[in-house]
């Protein structure tokens, strides 16, 4: 039996149902079912704005960012 993908939706009513006829030579076998929600495809501008709200995000008033230190000094290239 050859894996097969099925993208179905969820009822309101919270219940996924599934039909799917393999034939007679399928018939008896134990089988696998991953279910995995799919996530929509967010455009640019929805992934700019998820990415922007996340910004001060931190609840924890203890956070604290802490020294990032000095920067390296190197020598400069020709």
Same mark, same amino acid.
């Given at each position: 039996? *050859?894996?097969?993908?099925?993208? *179905?939706?969820? =009822? *309101?009513? =919270?219940?996924? $149902?599934?039909? !799917?006829?393999?034939?007679? @030579? #399928? @018939?008896? $076998?134990?089988?696998?079912?991953?279910?995995?929600?799919?996530?929509?495809?967010?455009?640019? #501008?929805?992934?700019?704005?998820?990415?922007? *709200?996340? @910004?001060?995000?931190?609840?924890?008033?203890?956070?604290? /960012?802490?020294? $990032?230190? #000095?920067? #390296?000094? /190197?020598?400069? !290239?020709?």
């Amino acid at each position: 039996m *050859s894996p097969i993908v099925l993208t *179905s939706k969820v =009822g *309101s009513d =919270g219940v996924l $149902q599934l039909t !799917l006829p393999l034939g007679p @030579a #399928e @018939a008896n $076998q134990e089988v696998n079912i991953t279910v995995q929600p799919l996530r929509p495809t967010l455009s640019q #501008e929805e992934w700019r704005k998820r990415v922007l *709200s996340t @910004a001060g995000s931190i609840p924890d008033p203890t956070f604290v /960012r802490h020294d $990032q230190g #000095e920067y #390296e000094e /190197r020598t400069e !290239l020709p």
